[in-house]
């Protein structure tokens, strides 16, 4: 039981999704049930794992006995197990949050949705703890596919963003692909570790250019890094908002940590960062992205839209991070996967509310009253846009303490430049966004007019906010901003730092 | 002098605890507005009560630290009540007392909304200020520094008005960019010196710089707490964020927020930089210049304003600099001075926003033109303002004059003869700019007969109470808080062994 | 030189399928034509790990009693196409999760013609 730990949580996410339709045939009210189970038990012995790699050290399991380089191996480092924690917590908050959700973005669709987000979440943890290419290639799919899906059951546009995105997902994923078969040919192997102790002898080789070049472009259109981003605005704007809340934190997280376990722990520092600069060009690139996402966040009107454009940004800044290939970078981008996932799934999470309760999450309309009848989703929204800007103690001011650290280290002062221009113009748009739901009057009640249909009469409770499940994760994902704010030394200390790529 | 002997003790966690628990019980006891006041005056007493402790171990050369945990991989949240702390943190929380009382009389006076939210912040900003000022190394600066910025922000914006949240906006603009510079700088600190801990003579030690570097770093802290100490051409937010109501203008734009400014701006120079380093790259004949300027510039530019509470807030700019002019110097007698005038400015600019908002609630009254015969009907408030008027002009028997005295004697030891003509202009200007207000208010008659009297006795007592510590100071700065012992031990310090 | 343009002709075709099934998925607006894209797109990247492990003299790597384990080299290597057929079934499903999603649109929009289906998005 033990000694399989790594292969249990994407096993048991798989085996699940697929009994949930068999199960919720005829009632479909066990589906979400089932779910939560699922996810729960996932977030268990993530975290029980993420122990047992800090006590013990590296964790493998081999698939039907076969050592590897020939069999399939699952490996639980620092990096790949926190990571999987990230995952499966985030998960987990946005499941608990969806069920007070999904009847009314999603009616009737609960058990294709359920379904979907376990594959979803299967397909996330296998990516992160398998250590064979192939295998990844195989886990991203089922990830990507079931990603298309959850896009796609949104409202009227969201089949079109949908289609986009997987025409995009396929381009990066078969890249990916073709990558993997450049690297297979000179190597002969597929396991990350053998490749790593192989990669050395041929690095000479151009066909390892070419593998590395299209296996960092496919896995840069899943993260949406600047330029290859076109498909995601679109993708989180239209899908439902608890799709969106799952996607933004986890999808382009879980891309983001492919490319740091292809660049720094297959291919090696040195390859990627001096033989072959392509470290370089993610920098510049997050950099651009970084501006560019945050400018039109700016111009949004939409708050989904905005926050998916300031996604673009974030993800530019784990970019930078990766970019930078030195140790302060590493753990700036590393902290950021998991702040940015704390963030936005908070945002979201918020975002969902306000369309459930007002039907909309149009900017221009927002105003004091919100506040009034969202109180603590509001403030969770405001917490994580401190966050976002990034003062402290809140986690995000940490991820840009560390990548404005990794930036001085490398000398680069553009990078840091852009790194606090960036945070200035996340206050343009968060504050923006805060000065009318606490400031602007609301309009005067013209007659008739009632945005929510059960609007008005509801009976208020003690804490304000009558739906505990849509309340009590926004405010327990956002409180912990603060707290991983002010412990992510430890982060930093036992998990991070454990597992800086050699070379850096 | 002896190395001072650093003690743990959770007196300064507290101190700066304490306000941050009475905001959530003032946010809980948000019907009640006896109890929200209760909290309020409680924090601060026990606030002050802290400090106050402190204050012997700090004479003695007795460090209290408390270390919290890291919250960087080799640098730790941590307080430290040095001197030059426990001397900010007494004139903020022993402020706050004051301003305690004097806001319920203002928010009841005035029947102003929210005034649940109004407490809160308070208390938060005044925890980020305490913090401020036992902060022991830079991020923990920064952390609190940054938690001040956004606390102040709800009472900057208290009005809701248009005028108020443009002002709001500006406010944030400027210190969120001076954080983001704030933040650079520290990072950069952190990998020249490979620490951040503040030390008195600089942090640097041995490092080796190239002068371009040095100058950009500096540049980049003053830029960063330039701004809250209002440094021309930073200044621009502090006379904009007077909208705020006369309490927060009076306690955190007199003393909190910009104190914090300038109190950074000490720290930089003093245990930053450290005068060795500032002397070897000229960085103090930029900043003395730079604070020279705002010093006359500010006093010029205060004689256009009729709004009151606008002709103050240019005041406030043109006497931090004098505390930035201090710093610059660098001299035993000017860093004495410059210290001292953070405490003396705090008590006589208080007076003035206090008879300010006085007379705003009694008599709806903004304008300096509007202020014919004001004196008649309050003597006592329009007294307290002479005083601080005639303080700030340096005149003595008021503490104005001991801090300027001190400047004017620190210029001398530097062997600078332009920070003392300055100092002498800018006293006549001060003059020049508050006599109108005091010959309109007791010389001119009213052209209608004011309606009411003095305010209610929660405004006019405090106002009192500054006013006359204001003239006690200048009698003895030594007395109770022992403000000369602490500014004299900071200045020497800082100075250590160097000889300017 | 004509050794490297005719020695490689295998590559050669998959490049240039490769760009073909690009051009489709990208620049052809209907949205069934960029499926027939991404279908070709898939294809030749499947012939490429195919073709990568073409070997001479060599036969199907089952056991052959005559030429026995000793001499590996004379069987072909079994993994590239086991992971194509790992990848033809990632293509199956990832075609049919599109062309579902296509229908969707269809039912939408009724068209699956990429401009108009612009307009009709702007104006609903």
Redesign the interface.
Same mark, same amino acid.
């Given at each position: 039981m033990l000694h399989n730990s790594p292969a249990l949580v994407p096993l048991l996410l798989l085996s699940t999704a697929i009994s949930i339709p068999v199960l919720a045939i005829k009632k479909a009210k066990v589906a979400y049930p089932l779910a939560m189970a699922a996810s729960l038990l996932s977030v268990v012995i993530s975290c029980y794992n993420v122990f047992r790699v800090w006590g013990n050290g590296p964790l493998t399991y081999h698939f039907g006995g076969w050592f590897p380089p020939i069999g399939i191996e699952y490996v639980l480092d620092p990096l790949s197990s926190f990571i999987a924690v990230v995952v499966n917590v985030v998960a987990f908050f946005v499941l608990w949050h969806s069920s007070g959700i999904q009847g009314r973005e999603i009616p009737g669709k609960s058990v294709p949705y359920y379904a979907l987000t376990l594959l979803f979440l299967c397909g996330a943890n296998g990516i992160i703890v398998t250590g064979d290419l %192939?295998n990844l290639?195989?886990f991203l /799919?089922i990830f990507s596919?079931s990603m298309? *899906?959850l896009i796609?059951i949104g409202e009227?546009?969201a089949?079109?963003a !949908? +289609?986009r995105y997987?025409?995009m997902g396929?381009?990066g994923a078969?890249f990916y692909?073709?990558g993997l *078969?450049f690297l297979?040919?000179v190597t002969g192997s597929?396991n990350m570790a053998d490749v790593r102790n192989i990669l050395p002898l041929v690095y000479g080789n151009p066909a390892v250019a070419a593998a590395l070049s299209f296996m960092v472009i496919g896995m840069g259109i899943k993260m949406a890094i600047f330029p290859l981003h076109g498909w995601l605005p679109d993708a989180y704007t239209y899908a439902p908002s608890t799709s969106s809340a799952l996607i933004a934190p986890i999808g382009t997280k879980v891309a983001a940590y492919v490319i740091i376990r292809v660049l720094f722990f297959v291919f090696g520092v040195k390859f990627v960062s001096q033989s072959l600069p392509i470290t370089d060009l993610i920098a510049w690139l997050a950099a651009i992205g970084i501006l560019y996402g945050s400018v039109l966040a700016m111009a949004q009107k939409e708050l989904k839209r905005m926050l998916a454009y300031s996604s673009i940004a974030q993800i530019g800044y784990i970019g930078l991070g990766i970019g930078l290939a030195n140790p302060l970078g590493y753990i700036g981008a590393v902290l950021h996967i998991l702040n940015h996932a704390f963030m936005k799934g908070t945002l979201f999470l918020v975002a969902a509310n306000l369309r459930k309760r007002f039907g909309h999450s149009d900017i221009s309309r927002f105003d004091a009253s919100y506040r009034k009848k969202l109180p603590w989703s509001m403030a969770a929204f405001t917490l994580a846009a401190?966050s976002m800007?990034g @003062?402290?103690?809140t986690a995000g %001011? %940490?991820s840009?303490?560390?990548l !404005?650290?990794g930036a001085?280290?490398k000398g680069n002062w553009v990078f840091?430049a852009v790194i606090?221009?960036s945070? @200035?113009l996340n !206050?343009v748009y968060f +504050?923006r966004i805060l /000065?009318k739901v606490y400031?602007a009057p609301p309009p005067a009640p013209a007659a008739g007019e009632n945005l929510s249909p059960d609007g008005e009469k509801r009976k208020g409770s003690l804490i304000g906010e009558e739906e505990y499940s849509l309340m009590m994760p926004v405010v327990i994902l956002s409180f912990s901003l603060l707290l991983i704010?002010?412990?992510? !030394?430890?982060i930093?200390?036992e998990v991070i730092?454990r597992i800086i790529p050699l070379g850096m | 002098m002896t190395s001072p002997e650093i003690y743990s003790s959770t007196i300064p966690l507290y101190a700066v605890l304490v306000s941050l628990i009475a905001a959530p019980l003032i946010m809980l006891s948000s019907r009640h507005a006896i109890l929200r006041e209760f909290w309020t005056l409680a924090a601060s007493i026990i606030k002050f009560s802290l400090v106050f402790m402190l204050l012997p171990g700090a004479l003695a050369g007795r460090i209290a630290a408390f270390t919290f945990w890291e919250i960087s991989p080799g640098i730790s949240l941590a307080l430290k009540a040095d001197q030059f702390g426990v001397f900010f943190a007494l004139i903020a929380s022993g402020l706050w007392i004051l301003t305690s009382i004097y806001s319920i009389g203002y928010v009841r006076g005035l029947k102003e909304r929210k005034q649940t939210r109004y407490f809160a912040s308070f208390a938060v900003c005044l925890s980020a200020t305490i913090g401020v000022a036992f902060a022991a190394n830079l991020l923990t600066f920064v952390f609190f520094y940054e938690i001040l910025t956004i606390a102040t922000y709800p009472l900057v914006i208290h009005k809701e008005t248009k005028i108020a949240i443009s002002a709001g906006r500006k406010y944030l603009v400027y210190t969120l960019t001076a954080g983001a510079l704030l933040i650079a700088a520290t990072a950069w600190t952190y990998r020249i010196a490979g620490t951040l801990d503040f030390r008195a003579g600089g942090l640097f030690g041995d490092a080796s710089f190239s002068p371009a570097a040095i100058t950009a770093l500096f540049l980049l802290f003053i830029g960063g707490v330039g701004v809250k100490a209002a440094v021309m051409p930073l200044h621009s937010w502090l006379p904009a964020a007077m909208v705020a109501p006369t309490p927060v203008s009076a306690l955190l734009h007199a003393v909190a927020v910009v104190k914090s400014g300038v109190f950074g701006v000490v720290r930089v120079v003093g245990f930053v930089f450290g005068p060795a380093l500032m002397h070897q790259f000229g960085l103090n004949i930029f900043l003395a210049t730079v604070a020279g300027v705002t010093i006359i510039l500010a006093s010029l530019l205060a004689f256009q304003q009729d709004n009151l509470k606008q002709r103050l807030a240019y005041s406030t700019v043109g006497h931090l600099s004098y505390i930035v002019l201090g710093a610059a110097l660098l001299s035993p007698a000017s860093l004495t001075g410059g210290l001292l005038h953070i405490a003396n400015h705090a008590t006589m600019k208080i007076t003035l926003f206090f008879c300010a908002g006085a007379i705003y609630v009694r008599h709806h009254k903004e304008k300096i033109s509007e202020l014919d015969g004001i004196g008649r009907v309050m003597p006592w408030t329009m007294g307290a303002f002479t005083v601080g008027a005639v303080g700030l002009a340096g005149i003595p028997p008021i503490s104005g004059f001991v801090s300027k005295w001190q400047l004017g004697l620190g210029s001398l030891q530097a062997g600078e003869a332009l920070p003392l003509a300055i100092l002498v202009l800018s006293g006549l200007l001060n003059a020049g700019y508050f006599a109108p207000i005091i010959y309109r208010a007791f010389l001119k008659t009213p052209p209608v007969p004011y309606e009411h009297g003095e305010a209610s006795y929660a405004m006019v007592i405090p106002l009192l109470i500054t006013a006359l510590l204001s003239l006690l100071l200048g009698l003895n700065p030594d007395l109770f808080f022992h403000f000369y012992r602490l500014a004299a031990a900071v200045s020497g310090s800082i100075l250590g062994g160097i000889v300017p | 030189m004509t050794d490297f343009i005719f020695g490689h002709y295998v590559y050669w075709s998959i490049i240039a399928l490769l760009i073909i099934g690009l051009y489709g998925m990208i620049f052809k607006n209907n949205l069934a034509k960029k499926l027939i894209g991404m279908t070709i797109f898939q294809v030749s990247i499947i012939m490429f790990y195919v073709a990568s492990a073409v070997k001479w003299s060599a036969t199907v790597p089952v056991l052959d009693p005559v030429t026995g384990v000793v001499d590996a080299a004379k069987y072909i290597s079994p993994l590239q196409h086991c992971l194509m057929l790992t990848a033809i079934v990632v293509g199956v499903a990832t075609s049919g999760v599109a062309f579902s999603l296509a229908i969707v649109i269809y039912r939408h929009y009724k068209t699956l013609d990429e401009s108009v289906l612009m307009e009709r998005m702007k104006s609903s």
């Open positions: %192939f290639y195989v /799919e596919l298309y *899906g796609g009227k546009q089949p079109v !949908a +289609f997987l025409i396929t381009i078969s692909l073709l *078969g297979y040919i597929l401190l800007i @003062l402290p103690p %001011f %940490f840009k303490w560390y !404005a650290l001085i280290d840091l606090l221009i945070s @200035l !206050a +504050f /000065e400031l704010g002010l412990w992510n !030394a430890n930093v200390k730092q | - | -």
